[in-house]
């Protein structure tokens, strides 16, 4: 089995960090530059940053505070928010982050994410998806944007093949049903996307317990599973965590 990984995810507001349920509510848990260090000390292999208002305030990436944030981890690091053009991929890397996640701006211009393939490579374009189930779709699940808060007409599984094929080298799936819950992931969604798609999956939403991420791993077929509420309550750490899923027999890196 190849190695898993557990990445922590800083959503960001204001230059805060934030977090909510379901992306309503959202509160005020701390410094993202001091909470990335944390998590590197306590050996996260990857970090995401989440400017969760940029795409609905119609805004680029806050440069300053990702540069901040990437001079204090030596892991890979992705950056999602308000990134909708080449140059904004560019300034977002040289800022100090490894990977750029496209999400409402990808939905907007497909284009964007074959362009920043072609000039960065596919390993640096992240297709970032937040879905929600809907009986009406054919897969079952409904593509939203602008932070969950709109609708589109794009059906999950669809879309993620979409933008494979345009080139996006990885996926973070987050289910919105499960957002913020600690109830578990969405192991239907994540499984159906993962089989469906040749790129590492990364499941979103809904880790409360290590036991939640061994059921995504493992039934889910995740490569990776993204965690927020978990530690950010100081409930469990990193550690605690890979201690937990390699009892289960599950390599981590």
């Known amino acids: 089995m190849l190695k898993k990984r557990i990445v922590v995810c800083l959503d960001v507001k204001e230059g805060r960090t934030t977090k909510g349920i379901k992306f309503q509510g959202n509160v005020d848990i701390g410094d993202p530059v001091e909470m990335a260090a944390e998590y590197y000390r306590q050996g996260v292999d990857e970090l995401v940053f989440y400017d969760i208002m940029a795409s609905a305030d119609g805004r680029g990436p806050i440069l300053d505070l990702i540069s901040r944030v990437a001079s204090q981890v030596f892991i890979p690091f992705c950056v999602g928010g308000g990134i909708g053009s080449l140059e904004d991929i560019r300034s977002t890397i040289l800022a100090g982050a490894e990977k750029v996640s496209l999400n409402s701006q990808a939905v907007k211009n497909p284009d964007l994410i074959r362009q920043g393939a072609r000039v960065f490579g596919n390993q640096c374009i992240v297709l970032g998806m937040d879905a929600l189930k809907d009986s009406s779709m054919p897969s ?66 809904g880790g409360g317990i290590p036991e939640h991420l061994t059921q995504v791993l493992k039934e889910g077929q995740a490569d990776a599973a993204l965690i927020a509420s978990m530690v950010h309550s100081g409930e469990y750490t990193v550690g605690s965590i890979k201690n937990a899923l390699a009892t289960q027999g599950i390599p981590v890196r």
Do not use: C, F, H
């Open 140 to 205: 079952g699940y409904r593509v939203y944007i602008n932070g969950g808060r709109t609708a589109t007409e794009l059906d999950a599984r669809e879309w993620a093949l979409q933008a494979v094929e345009l080139g996006a080298g990885e996926i973070v799936l987050n289910s919105i049903d499960a957002d913020g819950t600690k109830a578990g992931y969405e192991i239907e969604l994540t499984r159906m996307i993962s089989q469906a798609v040749p790129v590492p999956v990364v499941a979103s939403g």
